[in-house]
């Protein structure tokens, strides 16, 4: 019998939880080794970091992006570390902002060694950009920029993924010479739907750094308030200066829509971190991003919704315009379950604190029907950051090995 694919899911900014997966910490070697290279590496930063992450609620510090990003990064990585060890690597790594640098070096894009120093030079991009927000809200692109007088040229970005090639193990992979597929060339109530859009593309108001122009709200109270991520069919994250982020959450509540503000001081995925973008970008050239290593899982872009490629995962400019460019998590978890949900069927690894990464799975046809399968890496609530995080890990790892051994494979790959 063919074997389900697994795909570890890793949660970004806005997701950062108090003492996050710190319920593993020292209860699983797997995990413990490498949070402490990363403290490690990083000296008295890396003590500060610590010190932060394993301090229980309330802990506003965890608002703060300097905080926030490098403990996401380190986090997901030790997962991965922590699943590959204990099971098997992950074959389909589909990571949310952050998570996706988590993925990348996971894949072997970089050196695990240097995560620290990708976190500190993260941090440092985003010196100067100003402080923002972002705001989940309960609804669709479509209605958001109904609400908010439209989204510029009203380009959107939630397509479908026509015209795309399959790659390796059936992942998708960008098949348009100029590496854009636009679905439907009329503009439609909700505008023009453009899919997997390319570092060097210009289409309906989508910047070559892949920042849609035309998802930024027009109305004059609500300017420079943009669409920063697809959550799931019905959530949208939004980014911005905080005065009109504001003006756009009240005027939402008063529209009866259900929004809530994230633990985020920068307006990430939008045209405010255009500069942090290119900054980081110049950043990541001095480490050397290779193609990913053959036998490391696939990572699975949340910038274009496909595979990243060999030559996009060489570009630094690919990974550093992700801090400008809108996260595309629904649509490129939507399309790993259309296309590989039911034959052979995946398992989704949760490596959020909150279970939201999986939330949107639990409704695809995939999913319901049991060919696909959540399996939550950490416990939630008042268990989250405790021993229960080891016994949720615990039965995470015993689904599989019921896989392998279901399969006939009893092969633990370290």
Known sequence: MERRRTVLLLPGQGAQRERMAAGLYEAREEFTAPMDEFFGRLGTTGARLRSAWLRPAPNPELDESAVAQPLLLAVGHALGRAVGTAAEPPALLLGHSVGELAAACLAGVFDPADIGALAAARSRS???????????????EGQLAEELGGFGEGAELSGSAEGMAAG?????VAGAADGVTVSGMGVGADGVTVSGVADRAAV???????????????????????VAALNGPRQTVLAGPREALDAVEQHLRDRGFLVRALRSGHAFHSPAMEGAALRF????????????????????????GVAVTAEQARDPHFWGGQLAAP???????????????RRPGLLLLDGSADRSLSAPARHHPAVRDGASEV?????????AGGPADARVFAEALHRLGEQRDHTGDHTVVS
């Open 126 to 140: 985003l010196e100067g950009t100003g402080y923002g927000g972002m705001l989940a809200v309960a609804a669709t």
């Open 168 to 172: 390796a193990d059936g992942v998708t």
């Open 204 to 226: 309906a108001g989508v910047t070559a750094a892949g920042v849609a122009d035309g998802r930024v709200a027009v109305g004059t109270a609500f300017a420079g308030v943009a």
């Open 281 to 304: 970008a110049e950043a990541l050239a001095a480490f050397g991003p290779c193609a990913p290593r053959a036998t490391a899982g696939t990572v699975v872009s949340t910038r274009t």
């Open 327 to 341: 996260v595309r998590y629904w649509p490129a978890l939507r399309e790993l379950l259309d296309t590989l949900g």
């Open 375 to 383: 399996v939550p890496l950490l416990a939630v609530g008042r268990d």
